[in-house]
């Protein structure tokens, strides 16, 4: 017959708390009835600076518009004209002029893209979505202007009138006029907005890459603290019913009774 030792089935582990979270924790929950301040929200102050950005940016081009404007009007081929007191013809049918005046126009709406791509990039050279809008509205904006001023301040657009004031036989020029409008508005915005993304795309700054970090104690190729990258894990020894320690040769744990026949 064997005697139940003292310890058989009455001593039990002490019981563990259940974890607690530190009031440190990242990763705790927020309590009920907590809600983030519009103020301190991150990035909130770069997102506003970058729309003040784009609306300077946007301006500028659009002001700029008068300068192009101007040199379209000096530049621009004039198209010749001349009256016989019953009809308006052209002085010469085979000429190029009447396209020229639209080629003028898209290569100087290039190199104001250019230019104002460029000039965007070093003035910040991280970019943003607000920074692109309004180089692209700036410029459409400034291309428009430009036309305006062109059309406002070249030849009368009343020919007939013009034609009776220069008399016949006489020649004279025609309005300054764009036929291609679609592609001399679009030749600005488009130039810089190609521009400014390339430079931004080979020059711009580079966002950090992510680093991993490994657990600590723990080898590389492992995810356990601890674990060891070749060979399985030594099973634990058996301890005794006191504390940690080997079991005796004899297969008697410490403080049991012997047994009784």
Excluded: C
């Amino acid at each position: 017959m064997r005697v139940r030792a003292w310890h058989d089935g009455t001593v039990t582990a002490p019981l563990t708390p259940p974890h607690q979270p530190q009031p440190n924790d990242p990763w705790q929950a927020p309590p009920s009835g907590s809600h983030a301040v519009p103020g301190d929200q991150p990035g909130a102050d770069e997102r506003r600076t970058e729309l003040r950005q784009g609306a300077v940016i946007a301006a500028v081009l659009t002001v700029a518009g008068l300068v192009l404007g101007v040199l379209w009007l000096w530049l621009a081929p004039r198209v010749p004209l001349v009256s016989d007191d019953t009809a308006v013809f052209l002085k010469n049918s085979e000429g190029e002029e009447a396209i020229g005046a639209d080629g003028t126009f898209v290569l100087l709406g290039l190199a104001f893209g250019l230019v104002s791509g460029i000039a965007v990039f070093l003035f910040r050279r991280r970019g943003g979505i607000p920074l692109v809008v309004g180089l692209a509205l700036g410029g459409l904006l400034g291309s428009l202007l430009a036309w305006g001023i062109g059309t406002w301040f070249g030849p009368t657009s009343d020919v007939v009138a013009h034609a009776k004031e220069a008399g016949k036989g006489v020649t004279f020029d025609a309005p300054l006029e764009l036929h291609a409008v679609g592609a001399a508005m679009l030749a600005w915005p488009i130039a810089a907005m190609i521009v400014h993304l390339g430079l931004t795309a080979l020059f711009g700054p580079r966002d950090p890459e992510p680093e991993w970090d490994v657990p600590y104690g723990a080898p590389y190729g492992t995810g356990q603290p601890g674990a060891s990258s070749s060979g399985p894990e030594p099973e634990p020894e058996p301890e005794s019913a006191f504390g940690p320690g080997p079991v005796p040769e004899d297969g008697k744990r410490a403080g049991e009774w012997p047994e009784r026949s």
